[in-house]
């Protein structure tokens, strides 16, 4: 690179960061422009939205998301999954408290995993509970939530109000760990399973992988920085999953149902109403077109978000 262009890429990057900082408290739609732009050296498409991640973000700043932010809180959607009459698929939970500095970790047991309702890569498992380090827990409890989601264009996050719950450790000896499958749901009817194995804990790290609802590789679908040499088994209880995902996602344009199966139990995950904060670049644009095909956007209920930064800033 020249000179020249290396100024003026510095240039750009240091106006770029300070308007991102400026965006993130008072023009949330054009951080989530800009943030595209980043993966995708491209606008997003406002008026005629045609790919999944432009019709998620459309959704997200078009539409009302009231429910979204109740069933994306990790601790409240569990009313919702008893409503639905799946309650055996809720993971047991310990406790739950408003603040992280009320977590009674005395009354945990030895094994265990802490997470903010309104995190995502947050959580704190715990193997030992008689050797933690609790303000360090407290700590990165605390440094999560609402506060990030500003700085990613999520606005739906800011209004669920945090708490923290504490909930079983789920185990496994598979070799590939723990394996999410997540449903793409549109309109209540399941699309495709993506697949994460070999998980590394805390982090959105893994091996991904992308199937169709009779568990067929949809290898060309996965683009070429995602795609890896990992093959997950069929699940025992794909059909299970299916069926639960579509009661789930009845009545939303478009969510992703996350499930685990262990020991052949399928336990419920969460809801993501959006996947990779509407930037996810681990599809071709293939395949971002035909997901974004199966959501039918209806303008005539357009109306434009507020941006509120709430009390739930903590």
């Known amino acids: 690179m020249s000179a020249f262009k ?15 900082r400026w965006a993130q408290y008072h023009n949330p739609r054009k951080l989530a422009d800009i943030l595209y732009r980043d993966v995708f050296h491209r606008w997003i498409n406002w008026k005629d ?17 009231s429910l979204w932010s ?13 409503s639905k009459g799946l309650e055996h698929l809720l993971v ?8 992280a500095e009320d977590i009674d970790f005395e009354s945990l047991p030895s094994k265990y995993v802490l997470k903010p309702n309104n995190g995502n890569s947050d959580i704190v498992i715990v193997t030992d509970n008689a050797t933690i380090d609790k303000e360090a827990i407290i700590k990165r409890l605390n ?14 996050y800011l209004s669920i109000e945090p708490c923290f719950i504490a909930e079983q450790l789920l185990e496994t000896n598979h070799p590939l760990g723990i394996i999410d499958y997540k449903i793409k749901v549109f309109n209540g009817k399941p699309f495709c399973i993506g697949t994460w194995a070999n998980r590394i804990p805390m982090t959105n790290t893994g091996d991904f992988g992308l199937y169709d609802l009779n568990w067929n590789p949809l290898t ?15 699940p025992k209880n794909l059909e299970k999953m ?4 579509a009661i789930l996602g009845d009545g939303f344009e478009q969510v992703r149902v996350d499930f685990y199966e262990i020991d052949g139990k399928v336990y419920f995950g969460e809801l993501t109403f959006t996947s990779a904060a509407g930037r996810d670049d681990d599809y071709t644009e293939e395949a971002l077109l035909e997901m974004g095909n199966q959501i039918q956007l209806d303008y ?6 507020k941006w509120e930064l709430n009390s739930y800033m903590y």
């Open 242 to 245: 299916i069926e639960y995902a």
């Open 49 to 65: 939205p045609k790919t999944l991640n432009e019709k998620i973000n459309w959704l997200a700043f078009y539409t009302d998301t």
């Open 220 to 234: 060309n679908w996965i683009s070429e920085k995602a795609r890896n040499g990992t093959h997950i088994p069929k």
């Open 70 to 82: 109740l069933y994306t809180d990790k601790y409240r959607v569990r009313e919702y999954v008893k």
């Open 6 to 20: 290396k100024i003026k890429e510095s240039i750009y990057w240091k106006f770029r960061n300070r308007y991102v």
């Open 300 to 305: 005539s209920k357009k109306c434009k978000r």
């Open 143 to 156: 440094g999560g939530g609402a506060r990030k989601f500003i700085s990613s264009a999520q606005p739906h």
């Open 92 to 99: 047991p939970i310990y406790g739950k408290w408003d603040k």
